[in-house]
């Protein structure tokens, strides 16, 4: 390529890095994260009427495999990424699985956002399941932003919900808007910075609403809502003006600072408001760390990584997708690159964007987007694809595990495909393997971060692999990676209330029954490390059943 070509290529790549916003919402279920993403969708007219994300969802749950287990359950398993354009902004949104049950995926869709959307209910405040989410956020230093839903219904006082994020998760809050009111006297938010209110009317289901902004210092505007209300947000406000932290660009960028946001996305109350605002204060696709240093997203040159697979997406193909995150360059349709762990170059000829079923092939992708890729049993989560000279993305830590399973295989004459479906399915990332350190002990250990993993695997063993198993609970619920590794675990002695036992890596790994035998474990132990998260290992063969 000659220079002025490469000149208009970074050019095309810069343009297309500053349009792109990516993010994830993280949310405890029923907070109201698909209600969210539907009206998010409507202002992108990527969807005509709000509600088609559930319709979407119902026909996934009719051709998808694990769709025994998603209709048994009438849930959805499967996470995917919508992308819609809204204005100038093309906007990825990696959506993550929306049940309890949730898995390690919604980790791992975490490591590839670069933003990601608190979303709280009003009601509730923060609920458990967002602050496990909030974890991987901060420990990614993400910026947050916060929406505080339903309120249209009665709710907590908008200073308390702010106090809770403030002390529970030692996040600074900034508050862009405010709320007027709540439950049926909710009439809209003031804009700090722009010092107006911004009035909504209720929309109609499935349609955008509408904004009526007024100046705060406008004579009229006892016309348009009661005094009392307006006085009362104002009040609140100055406590705010006085005591609380100011706008800082730089803190929010690093997930220290959160601008927070109040609205009902059922009703339509302040989805626009809001996603006006993300756009202009989310990061955009940024430099990622590798062995080569940080590469910056308009670098000549492709690169990626696997942050999810999915096997069986629709058991007509019995396909395998790869999902990529693309951070650096152009990717096109069909070119060659490189696989970074097996030194392969391989041809992508089939590159897809997925919308939930549906399936477009694409022709070019850009910093911040993800793409799907048919999967040969190739890709492992956390493998880098580049062209030009060779560089790897520093891989996707494992997070601590909450519910443990010996995998017990009831035919020995079926060892053999037992063992193959266990290797492949941990390969694959569907849960993480751990072993017994008496060796004479060969079933595996199952460790997952929600029952409904363990059931897929335990489906997926028997429908593709044909074989039996058994799922066998332990009582334990907590995971800790000995940082110090295996000499200092042998000068414990005897240890009560745990279990020691190891990782695919041969890390130790010490499992405890709750909390408190945790934290006495700490106070009889306070020289030994111990870590929820365990770093990438590269470079090292991993341990097979
Ligand atoms: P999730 O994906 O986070 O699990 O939540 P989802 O959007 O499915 O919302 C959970 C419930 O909360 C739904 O009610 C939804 O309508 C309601 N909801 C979401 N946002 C708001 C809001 O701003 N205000 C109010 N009042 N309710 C909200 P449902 O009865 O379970 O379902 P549906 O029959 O309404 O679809």
Not at 189 to 218: C, H, M, N, P, W
Request: aromatic share 8%; glycine share 6%.
């Amino acid at each position: 390529m000659g220079t002025n070509d490469q000149n208009i290529n970074t050019e095309i790549i810069s343009d297309e890095v500053n349009k792109r916003r990516n993010f994830a919402i993280i949310s405890h279920p029923d907070a109201g994260k698909t209600t969210l993403t539907e009206k998010l969708l409507l202002y992108g007219g990527a969807i005509q009427q709000a509600g088609a994300v559930k319709a979407r969802g119902n026909q996934r749950k009719a051709t998808s495999d694990w769709m025994e287990l998603e209709k048994q359950r009438g849930i959805s398993i499967t996470s995917t990424v919508l992308q819609f354009e809204y204005e100038e902004s093309v906007i990825n949104l990696l959506d993550t699985p929306g049940h309890q049950d949730f898995s390690e995926d919604t980790y791992r869709t975490l490591a590839a956002a670069d933003n990601a959307v608190m979303l709280e209910d009003a009601a509730k405040g923060l609920e458990p399941q967002t602050r496990k989410l909030f974890e991987v956020c901060k420990m990614r230093k993400i910026p947050i932003f916060t929406f505080i839903n339903k309120m249209d219904r009665p709710g907590r006082e908008p200073l308390t919900l702010l106090d809770e994020i403030e002390s529970e998760l030692g996040l600074a809050t900034i508050p862009i808007n405010w709320p007027i009111g709540s439950g049926d006297q909710f009439r809209g938010v003031i804009d700090r910075l722009t010092k107006e209110v911004i009035l909504f009317d209720k929309a109609a289901r499935g349609k955008q609403s509408y904004e009526k902004r007024i100046k705060l210092d406008e004579q009229n505007l006892s016309n348009y809502l009661e005094e009392n209300l307006l006085n009362n947000a104002l009040e609140e406000l100055e406590v705010l003006d006085e005591a609380g932290a100011s706008f800082d660009k730089e803190k929010i960028y690093c997930g220290e600072l959160t601008p927070v946001f109040f609205g009902s996305a059922m009703t339509n109350f302040g989805v626009r408001p809001f996603l006006d605002k993300f756009l202009n204060l989310a990061k955009k696709p940024s430099s990622r760390n590798s062995n080569n240093g940080n590469i910056e997203p308009t670098f000549n040159e492709f690169s990626g990584f696997v942050f999810k697979l999915q096997a069986n997406m629709d058991p007509k193909h019995r396909d395998r997708v790869a999902f990529i995150r693309v951070c650096s360059g152009r990717f096109e349709k069909d070119m060659s690159v490189k696989h970074s762990r097996t030194g392969k170059v391989i041809r992508l000829s089939r590159p897809q964007k997925i919308f939930g079923k549906d399936r477009e092939v694409v022709d070019d992708a850009y910093p911040g987007d993800v793409i799907g890729l048919n999967n040969p049993g190739m890709f492992s989560i956390g493998d880098t694809l580049y062209t030009g000279n060779h560089i790897e993305y520093e891989g996707i830590p494992c997070f601590s595990p909450e519910i443990f399973s010996w995998l017990r295989n009831p035919n020995p004459s079926a060892f053999k495909n037992f063992r193959k479906g266990v290797n492949e399915l941990r390969e694959e990332g569907a849960v993480q393997i751990l072993y017994d350190i008496d060796e004479s002990k060969r079933d595996p250990i199952l460790a997952a971060v929600g029952q409904l993993q363990l059931e897929v695997v335990k489906h997926r063993l028997k429908n593709e692999y044909g074989v039996d198993s058994i799922l066998e609970s332990m009582p334990y619920q907590i995971a800790r990676w000995v940082s110090e590794g295996w000499s200092s675990v042998d000068e414990l002695g005897r240890v009560f209330n745990c279990k020691i036992v190891k990782d695919c890596w041969n890390r130790p790994v010490i499992l405890f029954k709750n909390e408190w035998n945790l934290n006495q474990f700490l106070e009889d132990q306070p020289k030994l490390n111990l870590n929820k998260v365990a770093p990438v290992v590269s470079g090292v063969e991993p341990i097979d059943l």
